[in-house]
């Protein structure tokens, strides 16, 4: 890789892995520098949980298709065996980088190594969902050598946790969760796993960061750490100095697949809960507000006398959502949450999936500039269903189009013909764009023909005229925006403040 990549921290085992020890010598007249310790205790917590961390063995039987052509298997996007398929295929002997004599037509067993932790001495272990994903077999290994077939017990794609059970052999060795919240910048830090196999290998570093945020799911909140990580060491612990998990690690960014001192583990309050539910039900049962929202930009704040910009811009709700019986409406910007501030949308994103469900929270909102507070029953939020593709009509000859410009946009009045053409759903009302300017602010906030403008200024329009005269208005009012709220042909609601001058 010639550029830093995230990369998952699970060592996949298709090769023998060589391992060369490089002597680093120096010759210096000088007296060696002073390097800078770690704390005294580090030794102790290793002791203290070493016997505790485990290490994943999976397995995996691939069936070959194409008997004896050179072809790869089809396996699913983001399959954890597509590198070792990729590999083995490029490096395979034979014409053209193919095997000889059908070699690739008997089935193949594919094995991989993570990381894990005991959390309970009757055998409970949590470890990373991507360690385990579409294993035929899970075996825990002990710090002592000891292999156990294991059984899933659940888990959570969006956080990347998994929750498994094995019988043990004999007594074990646990270790419970700290509080990730109490960890600050510069702490120390100590990870436990069986990177590139190495099984019991510990590494101190320290907290570099707190709720990072690297998009790599919708409730990113990762502590990023320097400990030393590398791949293997996924699903293992990140302990504090009182020996306590605070993170199970996860990821890395790296330009080579090593260590380069940035590494993220999910912190320990979000495991703690999700493991809960794990156990108790198998799978995860978030909180569902049930509102579509997006970020509150500088000139959407300004467009709804909000200072500073901050919170969760409410851009749809729900029908059959709980925040809909609630009074909350497009345009509300949402502050605080269940007693918690909400900087931005991540923020509420990730306090209502952790907010238990059928629970009534306070909801604060913003709206005309005023702070008002909603009661809210949390529902459960369900995977998004499978879009059914829209059914082709015949298209009657099209009407005479009448348009009219603004803010660099062709507007016309929604009749038969552009609901047709656009496909948008009769629920959606307002003014359709069937232009945009390519040098306009338009374009570049990413509007396109088929949206639908539904109000300006948080009044509805209906035509050209319409936005005009709200645009005169602001104008008037010395706005430097105006406050769009679009919907697409699905009726998704967004606003977008577009410059008036």
Do not use: C
């Not at 509150?296 to 709700?317: C, F, H, M, Q, Y």
């Not at 918690?340 to 913003?366: H, M, N, W």
């Amino acid at each position: 890789m010639t550029a830093a990549t995230i990369v998952p921290t699970r060592l996949r085992q298709y090769a023998r892995l060589g391992l060369a020890a490089l002597a680093i010598g120096a010759f210096s007249a000088f007296s060696p520098p002073t390097y800078a310790r770690g704390p005294e205790g580090i030794a102790d917590v290793a002791e203290k949980v070493i016997d505790a961390v485990v290490n994943i063995s999976t397995s995996q039987t691939v069936e070959a298709k194409g008997g004896g052509s050179n072809t790869m298997p089809q396996l699913p996007p983001g399959s954890p065996f597509e590198e070792f398929f990729d590999d083995f295929f490029k490096n395979r002997k034979g014409p053209g980088g193919g095997s000889k004599g059908g070699e690739n037509s008997q089935p193949r067993k594919t094995n991989s190594l993570g990381s894990g932790f005991i959390i309970d001495t009757s055998g409970v272990v949590v470890t990373n969902n991507h360690v385990i994903a579409d294993a035929d077999e899970i075996n825990v290994i002990l710090n002592d050598g000891t292999k156990i077939k294991a059984e899933l017990v659940g888990v959570d794609k969006k956080t990347d946790l998994a929750v498994l059970k094995f019988k043990p052999p004999k007594p074990l060795v646990s270790v419970k969760f700290g509080d990730s919240d109490k960890l600050r910048l510069g702490d120390w830090v100590v990870a436990i796993g069986n990177p590139f196999s190495l099984g019991g290998t510990v590494t101190a570093g320290i907290v570099s960061a707190k709720n990072r945020d690297i998009s790599s799911g919708p409730y990113d909140s990762y502590i990023q750490t320097d400990a030393a990580i590398n791949r293997g060491n996924s699903g293992g612990p990140l302990f504090n100095l009182e020996g306590d998990v605070i993170g199970v690690n996860t990821l890395i960014i790296s330009p080579s697949g090593g260590s380069i001192g940035i590494g993220f583990a999910v912190p320990s309050k979000t495991v703690a809960g999700v493991v809960d539910q794990l156990r108790q039900f198998g799978e995860l049962r978030r909180g569902w507000l049930g509102v579509r929202i997006q970020s509150v930009t500088d000139e959407i704040a300004e467009s709804l006398n909000i200072k500073p910009a901050r919170g969760a811009l409410v851009a749809g709700v729900d029908d059959k959502g709980p925040a809909k019986p609630a009074g909350i409406e497009p345009g509300d910007v949402v502050v605080k949450f269940d007693g918690k501030d909400v900087k931005d949308p991540k923020d509420l994103s990730r306090v209502v999936a952790d907010t238990a469900v059928g629970k009534e929270v306070d909801v604060v909102i913003i709206r005309k500039g005023e702070e008002q507070t909603k009661k809210v029953t949390l529902g459960r939020l369900q995977d998004p269903e499978k879009v059914q593709a829209a059914v082709k009509t015949d298209e009657p000859p099209p009407e005479k189009l009448v348009t009219q410009k603004a803010l660099g946009l062709d507007l016309a009045v929604l009749n038969k013909d552009l609901r047709t053409r656009y496909k948008i759903k009769d629920s959606v009302k307002g003014v359709v764009v069937t232009n945009v300017d390519a040098n306009s602010d338009a374009a570049e906030k990413r509007l396109s023909a088929g949206d639908v403008i539904v109000e300006v200024a948080q009044e509805a329009v209906s035509s050209g005229a319409d936005i005009q005269k709200r645009i005169d208005q602001l104008k008037k009012d010395g706005k430097k925006s105006a406050l769009l709220l679009v919907s697409n042909g699905d009726g998704e609601l967004r606003f977008v403040a577009l410059s008036v001058q």
